[in-house]
């Protein structure tokens, strides 16, 4: 019922800058909390920022340790497109980036709060 589809990933030096996007599609109740994660080769899946537009929780952002004060979580007005600015990257911020999706109240940095996922980005980052 919902789609998403990620881009702007690339390969980049440490230090540089990235800005992934998110086209979303499909009925925006089942959508109200969107988020990136990550997957190293040979690691689990992690959360890496979240964004909550519940009416309870609105526009509430949440981000992994690994990466406060250098990426930022963004959505535009119309709830279609969601954004990862990646500023200062690092070598151990290389993996696939996936964008997702769910409607859960609490919209936390885990997969049990979403249910909807793109088909990934790949991010390099070389030293």
């Known amino acids: 019922q919902v789609q998403l589809v990620e881009s702007g990933g690339g390969s980049v030096q440490a230090g540089g800058s990235l800005r992934l996007s998110c086209v979303a599609s499909?009925?925006?109740?089942?959508?109200?909390?969107m988020g990136w994660f990550r997957q190293a080769p040979g690691k689990e899946r992690v959360g890496v920022a979240t964004?909550?537009?519940?009416?309870?929780?609105?526009?509430?952002?949440d981000y992994v340790d690994a990466v406060k004060g250098r990426f930022t979580i963004s959505q535009d007005n119309a709830k279609s497109t969601l954004h990862l600015q990646m500023n200062s990257l690092k070598p151990e911020d290389t993996g696939m980036y996936y964008c997702?999706?769910?409607?859960?109240?609490?919209?936390?940095?885990?997969?049990?709060?979403?249910?909807?996922w793109g088909q990934g980005t790949q991010v390099t980052v070389s030293s």
């Open positions: 964004i909550n537009d519940h009416s309870v929780y609105r526009n509430v952002v």
């Open positions: 499909g009925p925006h109740y089942r959508r109200t909390c």
């Open positions: 997702a999706a769910g409607f859960s109240i609490g919209c936390d940095l885990r997969e049990a709060d979403f249910d909807s």
